[in-house]
């Protein structure tokens, strides 16, 4: 045999190795010193069952949240030792993202920024063994999937729980025009907007209540793609069925898109202020400072219409010097026939009204 060869199976028969590892070892089921009634546990074929939220979780920014998740051994042997909780976010192909939170009994680490937000619900059922994740002020880049993980000894099961958040999907482009950004420019101005880069079944969700938009736009995964629900020549040709147009994953420092942001409820008001003359944007910004407020952001105008109702036919300026107004029943003189938010584009001169967002 080949040295090398001979070398590993010298190796492998001193016993000084692991024979199983998944992150951790199981050297203390596998050693002669083990209680042997674990070993009957652990091999009488015991079967672990873990059960999360079949249906999508929903909530909102600023929410609280509870994961469903719970486990059980059929057949039923008795309370189980050493029991470890993995909680972690996925992606949307469901490779792990980050860890959320791992606990053993009722001790719990959590990690990144869910410290402070998440814990584990101890309650129970006969059958059952909790293992629900509860997540506290819930932020917008927590919409996705969960992945809830019960580990014990060698068993190891999990099951997906999918955490989606209320809100709206909206096109952005900046100043400058269209297709100036790159990815990360993108995911900058949706975060200056008060929102973040829309993943695709908020996009999705979005074009099946009717958006639909010729430009094309980042998605929070890289992608870039645009949702069209009256097919036409120069968005994707007349022949095309009405869905999501993709250009697929693109360059993220080299090519250059619109974004498609994602903003959920707000824990505060927007609410408009005008003056007889009207204001520039420097008084505007200083209206809404003497008002106890801030100059509303683009994703929170367009959350209080979508979410809150705002109806409002006067132009006002928002924080990124475009001038908007909402328009939920749409009549005379207040633009199309359908709801949406209007935009004046970014005018160097004129003078509005302003819309001001204040926390309650």
């Known amino acids: 045999l080949p040295l090398l060869l001979k070398a590993t199976l010298l190796h492998l028969a001193s016993g000084s190795y692991h024979p199983f590892h998944n992150g951790f070892y199981y050297n203390h089921i596998m050693n002669d010193n083990s209680d042997e009634q674990d070993k009957v546990d652990y091999f009488s074929g015991s079967r672990l069952v873990v059960e999360a939220s079949r249906d999508p979780v929903y909530s909102y920014n600023g929410a609280n949240v509870t994961l469903p998740c719970r486990y059980r051994y059929e057949p039923d042997l008795g309370p189980k030792r050493k029991i470890r909780i993995k909680w972690s976010k996925l992606r949307d192909d469901y490779t792990k993202e980050q860890d959320v939170m791992v606990a053993i009994g009722k001790t719990y680490v959590a990690f990144g920024d869910f410290k402070g937000r998440a814990h584990m619900r101890q309650a129970g059922e006969a059958s059952w063994h909790e293992a629900s994740l509860v997540i506290s002020d819930v932020r917008l880049k927590d919409d996705g999937k969960f992945r809830c993980e ?54 999705f969700q979005a074009w099946s209540e009717g958006l639909d938009w010729c430009n094309a736009g980042w998605l929070a995964d890289g992608t870039v793609q645009y949702p069209i629900r009256l097919p036409r020549k120069p968005c994707g040709g007349v022949h095309l069925a009405p869905g999501i147009r993709s250009y697929g994953p693109r360059h993220r420092h080299l090519h250059r898109f619109d974004a498609f942001c994602f903003s959920s409820a707000l824990k505060g008001e927007v609410f408009y ?19 106890g407020a801030e100059i509303a952001r683009v994703g929170q105008l367009y959350s209080a219409w979508k979410l809150a109702g705002l109806d409002r036919c006067n132009a006002g300026w928002l924080a990124d010097g475009s001038v908007r107004y ?12 359908e709801p949406g938010v209007r935009s004046f584009g970014f005018p160097r001169k004129g003078r509005f009204g302003v819309f001001c967002y204040r926390e309650r």
């Open 150 to 203: 019960v580990i014990d000894g060698l068993e190891d099961e999990s099951d997906v729980v999918d955490l989606r958040l209320q809100g709206i999907v909206f096109p952005y482009q900046p100043p400058r025009g269209q297709y100036r950004l790159n990815f990360h420019e993108a995911e900058q101005a949706c975060q200056d907007q008060g929102a973040i880069l829309a993943n695709f079944n908020q996009l």
């Open 273 to 291: 202020l005008d003056s007889p003359a009207g204001m520039t944007l420097e008084e505007a910004k200083q209206s809404c400072q003497d008002a």
């Open 326 to 337: 909402p328009i939920v029943t749409p009549r005379a003189n207040c633009g199309p026939a």
